[in-house]
């Protein structure tokens, strides 16, 4: 009862212990549970606003380009529409050109032109693409009606002189109705020569007009180029944000994989696999040690208790060794008192790998604790059941005696069952060291491929900079060539304005030139002025101050003697005041002269200054004088060669005269064939009239069809300018659009650096944590190691209770039954007296065992 109390008394502090370690391992539960719940609220925010901040940027990066897919295609069809008014108007154009054909020879050449051009214009679609060719084409066309145009008026020419020789030739015959058809004739011709001329000229403006229309295709089409380029960054934008997203994905799901297999970076896998290689050897150590030992006997029960506790301490001591050496909770060795041993990460649940349970939620993480724990107390429970059921066959086998080999050959076979399992539970764990070798090679080539991406996607990055820099050195350009013309014009207008200018400046010079001259006269004029002006009245202050000395002299003559001092005094006093009058005066006189010299310097410099624009103005009107020397020359030329050709012309007068009376003999010769001129003449001036009537046709479809091109080109005006407007909002909206995602990007770059320097915090409070924990950890590992041991103690000294106990009743059963002898016997024994009182104390021994059971 004694040794019970004091087990009770060493109980007792190790459970106010226990309950303070329980308290401390709680209390660190509650701040790690703070901890993840933090942590997933933080990944969970900065997961929803990435996944937000995506779904924005697609949504408006498909609108942008949808946007511009939709303008895009407005104006493809716009351009398809003039494209086929263009072949409409050019296949008229060609008919018409066809039904003009009057005459031979510019027929045959229109025919021979009219197929290459009608093959041309029908894939026109094709050579709109190839604007340069169409625009050689249209010069080439140009010049064809240009050469056709000439050979009409070399017939019309020809046909002229041949009416004008016949009209001659009909001489006096034909006085009064023929000086009426030459007139109406003649006017006829001029009216064929101004319609001749208009054709030209519209047909001038159609090609021009042409030329423009090609101009603004041209340019059309590299907008169009641009909006394909600007929607091709776009797709490209967009994939690369996709591929993007996908590289992340797959790289968390590879982490999420290393993470799984790897645990927690803490765990040092290395010395846990030497561990569990060197328990491999033990365990065949142990093996071969039980195949001799199977071969053995026991002498003795002291032996074999001796060899137990041996054991016992042998194993609970190298435990311990490992427990303190690795401070890891997952490679401990539950050993029983008997000499065998279980691995404990064979008994224990999966889910008790320190990483998977620091990823698990408060509510799983406490159940699971709660799950551990029921495990626990009941892997104890089963081991004390165990132990108490060995001890129980421990003590049949001591009181068999014999018996006891064969149950321990029973217990040397399980140990050989379970050897070889535990053995094949290591190699299963080795395998799977060399299956963490494989994927730590996979993660080495996965870190390999991340820095190939990121040196891929930095050459990507260098590529769209050196693209976008080709693009603005091309707006650049465009926009220098845009500036060059503007510049070319103005400089036109200036060029004009100078002309101009340089005529005024001609005038003014003369007009300022003689304006100058009079304003220097009359400075000069006023400075001599001012000069004589001075000098007059210097010299009319010295006569006075003369006339004043004299009469004081003639005042101070007939005055006493007695009043010489006075007059001495008064006349020293009039000197004195005179002197500083005079000086005064001088004064005055000496500013004046120098005002009117630094004026008259100043007039002299503005003099010269004048002088010098005068010199220049003279150069300049020199150079004027120069240019007019040269241009009269040229004029003199010109007239030289105007005398020249009125020479040349006075000789082709007199050749026509000569021509013409030849003409006139021919005439004579041949007044017969007249009449039928007259007939052919009059056919030819029905043919005109039709042409006229032609022409005029032509002439009003060329103004509708002017008209309907002027509409056109001032709806497309109006629409390009439309088209510049949007262009121009959608660029502010771009530039908008990327300053808010550069917003967006520096605030989430300013949350992931917050939220990085707050895990790093709490990465550096949880390293500080690790410690404590493995120090409460091996605490509370020698605690239960302690506990156990005296558990162990306090199941020993039951059991030898137990015998105690066992051995007790024998003997008292047994002095019972001497007890019944000695008492059948009592009357032979009634004669020896210490025998009955020994009897006596015997059973009143028994009588209170007795009523103790009770």
Not at 204 to 215: A, F, H, R, S
Request: net charge negative; with cysteine.
């Amino acid at each position: 009862m004694e040794s019970l109390r004091v087990m009770d008394a060493g109980v007792a502090p190790c459970s106010d212990g226990s309950m303070q370690l329980g308290d401390n391992l709680q209390e660190n539960e509650n701040m790690g549970d703070e901890l993840l719940e933090d942590l997933d609220s933080y990944l969970e925010d900065i997961n929803d606003r990435l996944t937000i901040s995506r779904m924005v940027s697609d949504s408006i990066i498909r609108g942008m380009v949808n946007a511009v897919k939709e303008d895009a295609d407005e104006k493809i069809a716009q351009k398809e529409l003039e494209v086929a008014g263009l072949k409409d108007i050019l296949h008229l154009y060609h008919m018409d050109a066809d039904k003009n054909e009057f005459l031979g020879s510019s027929s045959s050449c229109h025919e021979s032109k009219i197929p290459s051009h009608c093959r041309m214009y029908c894939n026109f679609s094709d050579a709109f693409v190839e604007n340069d060719n169409m625009r050689e084409s249209l010069g080439s066309l140009r010049n064809a009606a240009k050469d056709q145009f000439k050979m009409l008026k070399k017939e019309i020419d020809r046909l002229r002189e041949v009416s004008s020789i016949r009209k001659i030739s009909s001489g006096s015959e034909l006085l009064g109705l023929g000086g009426i058809l030459q007139d109406k004739v003649s006017e006829r011709w001029t009216d064929v020569d101004i319609m001749l001329e208009s054709l030209k000229a519209t047909t001038d403006n159609v090609y021009n007009w042409m030329e423009d229309t090609l101009q603004l295709s041209k340019a059309s089409l590299c907008a169009w180029q641009l909006e394909q380029e600007f929607q091709a960054d776009i797709e490209g934008m967009v994939i690369k944000n996709c591929i993007q997203s996908l590289q992340e994905e797959y790289e968390e799901r590879l982490w999420d994989q290393n993470a799984q297999f790897c645990g927690k970076e803490s765990v040092n896998w290395h010395e846990k696999i030497k561990e569990i290689s060197s328990l491999r050897q033990e365990l065949d150590a142990i093996s071969k040690s039980l195949s001799v030992y199977e071969f053995g006997q026991l002498t003795s029960l002291g032996s074999l208790g001796s060899v137990e506790e041996w054991s016992n301490d042998k194993w609970a001591d190298n435990f311990h060794r490992k427990v303190l050496g690795k401070q890891v909770s997952s490679s401990t060795l539950v050993w029983e008192g008997n000499g065998k041993h279980q691995d404990a990460n064979a008994n224990m649940p999966e889910n008790s790998d320190p990483g998977y349970l620091m990823h698990m939620e408060r509510d799983k993480l406490i159940s699971e604790m709660a799950t551990m724990r029921r495990n626990h107390e009941h892997k104890v429970q089963e081991m004390t059941e165990a132990n108490f059921s060995l001890k129980r066959e421990l003590l049949k086998l001591l009181e068999k005696g014999p018996s006891l080999p064969l149950k321990k050959d029973k217990e040397f076979d399980m140990l050989k069952k379970k050897i070889p399992h535990f053995i094949s539970k290591l190699d299963d764990i080795l395998v799977e060291n060399q299956k963490l070798h494989a994927f730590n090679e996979n993660a080495e080539n996965l870190g390999s491929l991340k820095d190939r991406m990121e040196s891929l996607l930095s050459e990507n990055r260098q590529l769209k900079d050196s693209l976008s820099d080709k693009k603005k050195e091309v707006n650049f350009l465009s926009s220098q060539v845009s500036d060059a013309e503007d510049k070319m014009s103005q400089q036109l207008l200036i060029e004009a304005d100078l002309l101009h200018a340089i005529e005024d400046g001609h005038i003014k010079d003369s007009i300022s030139e003689e304006v100058y001259k009079c304003v220097l006269r009359e400075l000069l004029c006023q400075i001599k002025c001012g000069t004589e002006e001075s000098d007059l009245q210097c010299n009319m202050m010295q006569e006075i101050f003369k006339l004043v000395f004299k009469e004081a002299v003639y005042i101070s003559e007939p005055a006493g003697k007695n009043e010489i001092d006075d007059s001495d005094m008064e006349s020293i006093i009039m000197q004195a005041l005179g002197g500083i009058i005079f000086r005064e005066v001088l004064k005055d006189a000496e500013e004046k002269v120098i005002t009117e010299n630094t004026l008259r310097v100043s007039l002299e410099v503005e003099a010269l200054e004048k002088e010098e624009e005068l010199r220049l103005v003279a150069l300049e009107m020199e150079r004027l004088k120069q240019e007019i020397h040269s241009l009269v020359a040229s004029v003199d030329g010109k007239e030289k060669l105007m005398q020249e050709t009125t020479a040349a012309l006075a000789k082709e007068k007199e050749q026509f005269e000569l021509a013409s009376q030849q003409q006139q003999i021919l005439f004579s010769d041949k007044s017969k064939p007249s009449n039928v001129l007259k007939g052919n003449l009059a056919q030819a001036l029905e043919k005109i009239a039709q042409y006229k009537e032609g022409v005029c046709k032509l002439n009003q479809k060329l103004d509708a069809v002017t008209q309907e091109k002027q509409k056109a080109l001032s709806l497309f005006k109006v629409k390009e300018r439309e088209h510049q407007k949007q262009m121009e909002s959608i660029v502010v909206f771009v530039q908008g659009f990327f300053k808010s995602v550069a917003v967006f990007e520096n605030r989430v770059t300013e949350n992931i650096s917050n939220t990085s320097l707050r895990l790093e915090k709490l990465i550096s409070e949880s390293h500080l944590l690790i410690p404590n924990a493995n120090v409460l950890q091996s605490t509370g590992l020698l605690y239960k190691q302690r506990l156990e041991r005296r558990c162990s103690d306090l199941e020993k000294a039951e059991a030898e209770v137990d015998l105690l106990g066992d051995e007790v009743g024998a003997l008292l059963s047994l002095l019972e039954k001497i007890y019944i002898a000695l008492d059948h016997y009592s009357p032979i024994l009634q004669h020896y007296p210490g025998i009955t009182e020994i009897l006596k104390l015997v059973k009143r021994e028994l009588s209170g065992e007795s009523t103790k059971a009770v």
